[in-house]
T-cell receptor, first 112, second 112 residues
């Protein structure tokens, strides 16, 4: 068990560019979650998958955001036409069904 | 709706002092309750959890008891160490729904 991994750990981009983050969950965890954490705040839920199905999306997930989990293993989160307000830590977590969620180290996005 | 309120930090304590971080929640039904810890530069780690009323979660000397009557889940430790310096997040998972709802976090600094 190697834990949840996320890549890249840091991303700096210019406003208007597209970015994609990857999350590899713990092996055999069927649920995968994305959260966003801004400075001084707790993580906020964005979306989650059970296997390859995206079951819920937060109202925080604007049309510029899209997430996929094509084979029920790793997931990608893409942000199109980035804005400065997208600067945050993007966290991924995984779990077995309703059980405890285990978090990755996060991807810190800075939009200039 | 579901929400978590934590005492605001930062909290600064001397080594071996007693720690309490207050957490109250609002939820429909009976959620599961969690404390996560975030050390500098790292992701969230589960510290402890409780899934029903009067359950006590404990780990690494930290304890929290699920109090339904006061809708609270206060974190305590009898003797803190410098290595406990981190940000602590209280969170809930609503029944039948897995995305976590987090408080804003409480930063703890322990000085020698």
């Amino acid at each position: 068990d190697t834990g949840v991994s996320q890549n890249p750990r840091h991303k700096i981009t210019k406003r208007g560019q597209n970015v994609t983050f990857r999350c590899d969950p713990i092996s055999e965890h069927n649920r995968l979650y994305w959260y966003r954490q801004t400075l001084g705040q707790g993580p906020e839920f964005l979306t989650y998958f059970q296997n390859e199905a995206q079951l819920e999306k937060s109202r925080l997930l604007s049309d510029r955001f899209s997430a996929e989990r094509p084979k029920g293993s790793f997931s990608t989160l893409e942000i199109q036409r980035t804005e400065q307000g997208d600067s945050a830590m993007y966290l991924c977590a995984s779990s077995v069904d309703y059980h405890t969620q285990y978090f990755g180290p996060g991807t810190r996005l800075t939009v200039l | 709706g579901n929400s978590v309120t934590q005492m605001e930090g930062p909290v600064t304590l001397s080594e071996e002092a007693f720690l309490t971080i207050n957490c109250t929640y609002t939820a429909t039904g009976y959620p599961s309750l969690f404390w996560y810890v975030q050390y500098p530069g790292e992701g969230l780690q589960l510290l402890l959890k409780a899934t029903k009323a009067d359950d006590k979660g404990s780990n690494k000397g930290f304890e929290a008891t699920y109090r339904k009557e006061t809708t609270s889940f206060h974190l305590e430790k009898g003797s803190v160490q410098v290595s406990d310096s981190a940000v602590y997040f209280c969170a809930l998972s609503p029944p039948g729904n897995t995305p976590l709802v987090f408080g804003k976090g409480t930063r703890l600094s322990v000085i020698a």
